[in-house]
């Protein structure tokens, strides 16, 4: 079951044509019906992650230039090259076809390897060390694609993918000499699999080109649905 909604042209001019490379991931996963509004009317449901952004800034930081045996000897033989940098890809195509969609993203880290390659790291804080490469595979193989065939510039080619996990351990230190956390770093390596990515690409793009869909046990559209209920349309 789906409903129409035509564009009007005060609409149109807040359609996206850039696709961020963890809507790939966690909104593509998430509710296709917010997912829809936002990319073909600028309406996007309000999030808050505290310390997110913090956390992953502190951990680019701290690897700021470093080698790559400093940060885990699994890591290819290199360099940190850059971090937090937006890239943006050339028009994706869908089955030959040139689509008005790109790729534009910030990645966390852009490794320069021994062998002319580069990589491209996502950091990640978690509570526990969980494996969640099989989650963001999409989301790095976004940003590889951008590198691989910019907008402008000279194409990277990228040989790998991987998350770099801090993880708790254990509270440390007292009131005298401050207090600190233990962490435990986890190198995940993802395979490169631009198939599994232009596949992701087409079904997101052929979604957003369709009918919105009706919400399946959104909490954001139950509640704009349980307040027009109450309050009417304000």
Known sequence: MSETNPYNKKDERKAREFISPSDLTFAWNDCHRCLWLYYN????????????????DMQERYFDGASSHHMDPAIPAGKVLDRGKFV?????EINGAPTKFA?????DILMEFDDGTYGVIDCKFQ????????????QLEAYAFALE??????PKKISALGLFVWSLVTPRGNADSGFGL????SWRPIDRNPEALNTRLTEFITMLGEPVTVSNGCNHCKYISDRREVLGNE
């Open 103 to 107: 790729i534009r993203g910030k990645y």
């Open 182 to 185: 233990q962490l435990k770093s």
């Open 88 to 92: 943006v890809s050339k028009p994706i």
């Open 149 to 154: 065939n910019p907008a402008k510039g000279e």
């Open 41 to 56: 009317y600028g309406v996007k449901n309000p999030t808050f992650l505290p310390l997110v952004g913090d956390l992953a």
């Open 127 to 138: 509570a526990r060390d969980t494996d969640k490469s099989d989650f963001y595979a999409p």
